[in-house]
């Protein structure tokens, strides 16, 4: 099991992680952000690439 | 960001080889379109923007403060400005880029700034506060980012440009209407079809002397003339170094009589790469994600060339082809583009209108090749799809 956060007072809503880890992120209806808080190991790529490419750097994979 | 990127790629895909990751800048890797925004707006420090380095899993030895001066390509070894030299088997040149400086008749140092590290948003931070008055010169996303950002903390903004309409090279003329309309009706004033001919002041800037004529008082002056590429250390070895450096679609760096050199790399923003599809020529490309995606592809190139079929998602023959993508806050107005809009030979609105949230795509001989649009993420995100580069 691997833990995400989302700093959401520096997330944009750009939407760059939903391409990388389509599982985990998403923008809702009023284009904001929405994740799973957990999620299964087999996602921890698309999540490391999540934060690569995030261009508010507001990702994070918690211990 | 290049650098650290392709150094995360090499480990991630197997490299187990020596990584030395050489910057002329003091500080580890930190992220900079924050420099623009936040760190001036509010109280942020370096940590806040500086990447997280997993320094277990990168084993890189990091030189910081040390800019390279020379390569020595016959001898595979570059030369600090320590004078300290490091042999390499590959090299990854990810120098990025410097501002444009202007020179004036009266070429007073006190009262101007520029917009690349951050040092350069600390010092400027340092010198702001609400009243003062700031000429930017340059209407491009910097210019553009930095007159809402100090517009917003309360300062008088008068920003310079030689172009009609901001950003219409890049977006076209409407589009560029609607961003200039917005800053305007924030209260930012615009001098367009303008330059500046020279500085007003004795010791420091004081004021600025318009093309037209008219006198620009102010304190502080923000030169957003757009970048150079730090390419001078590679000079004498033959590299082909016309705007920026050339390489083939692997990223791997041209000699000037066309050949490709195969231990030697250039990403980010310095790379002008070929497109993989298009003849067009090489084009070098300034947003963000360029140094992001060029340095995971280089990582795999190298780890591929040291051990080949050890790397799992390396296609022989691939040819780097990244969409291309940027975005620019300014005041409320947030834009999100993909693909290359400047390519394009047709603009049209493919959704919304003017005036509130929509968004333009940029067609080349039918073909979709950009899109742009204030507001309407997830539409704009929907259409990314469906470019053709």
Not at chain 2, 339 to 348: K, N, V
Request: hydrophobic share 40%; charged share 25%; aromatic share 8%.
């Amino acid at each position: 099991m691997i833990r995400v956060y989302v700093d959401l007072s520096k997330c944009q809503h750009y939407g760059q992680c939903v391409f990388e880890a389509p599982n985990i992120f998403k923008l809702n209806d009023e284009d904001k952000l929405e994740y799973a808080a957990t999620a299964d190991d087999s996602e921890l790529l698309n999540v490391r690439e999540a934060i690569d490419v995030c261009p508010m750097q507001a990702i994070k994979l918690v211990d | 960001m290049g650098g650290l990127r392709a150094a995360e790629s090499l480990r991630r895909s197997g490299f187990d080889g020596q990584i030395n990751l050489i910057g002329a800048e003091p500080h580890l890797p930190y992220n900079r379109p924050p420099l623009s925004k936040d760190l001036l707006a509010k109280d942020k420090t370096l940590a806040d923007i500086a990447f997280p380095i997993h320094h277990g899993e990168l084993q890189a030895n990091f030189v910081l403060g040390n800019r390279v001066e020379t390569l020595n390509l016959e001898e595979s070894h570059v030369e600090l400005s320590s004078g300290a030299k490091y042999q390499f088997d590959y090299l990854v040149a990810a120098t990025g880029l410097r501002s444009r400086q202007m020179s004036f008749p009266n070429n007073l140092g006190r009262g101007r700034y520029s917009l690349r590290t951050y040092d350069d948003a600390r010092s400027l931070r340092d010198s702001l506060a609400p009243g003062k008055r700031v000429v930017i010169l340059g209407a491009g996303f910097i210019g553009l980012e930095l007159a809402a950002t100090l517009r917003t903390l309360g300062c008088l903004i008068d920003v310079v440009a030689v172009e009609a309409i901001p950003l219409a090279a890049i977006l076209g003329n409407e589009f560029g209407d609607e961003v200039r309309r917005r800053h305007v009706n924030e209260g930012v004033r615009f001098h367009l079809e303008r330059s500046i001919v020279d500085l007003i002041g004795t010791r420091e800037v004081e004021g600025v002397l318009l093309s037209d004529g008219t006198e620009l008082p102010c304190e502080i002056l923000i030169e957003a003339v757009g970048s150079l590429p730090n390419i001078e250390w590679l000079s004498g070895n033959e590299i082909e170094l016309s705007n920026g450096v050339l390489t083939d679609q692997t990223l791997r760096v041209m000699s000037e009589s066309g050949t490709s050199y195969q231990h030697v790399f250039a990403i980010g923003d310095i790379a002008r790469f070929p497109y993989s599809t298009r003849s067009l020529p090489a084009r070098r490309i300034e947003h963000w994600n360029i140094p992001i995606e060029s340095a995971k592809w280089v990582g795999r190139q190298i780890s591929h060339h040291e051990k080949p079929g050890s790397v799992l998602e390396f296609k022989q023959g691939e040819r780097f082809n990244p969409l291309p993508s940027f975005w620019s806050d300014q005041f409320s107005v947030s834009i999100l583009s993909y693909g290359e809009p400047t390519l394009a030979d047709e603009c049209l609105l493919i959704e919304g209108e003017l005036g509130n949230e929509f968004i333009m795509g940029y067609r080349r001989a039918g073909e979709l090749v950009g899109v742009a649009g204030i507001g309407m993420r997830r539409e704009v995100n929907k259409l990314r799809g469906e470019i053709r580069l």
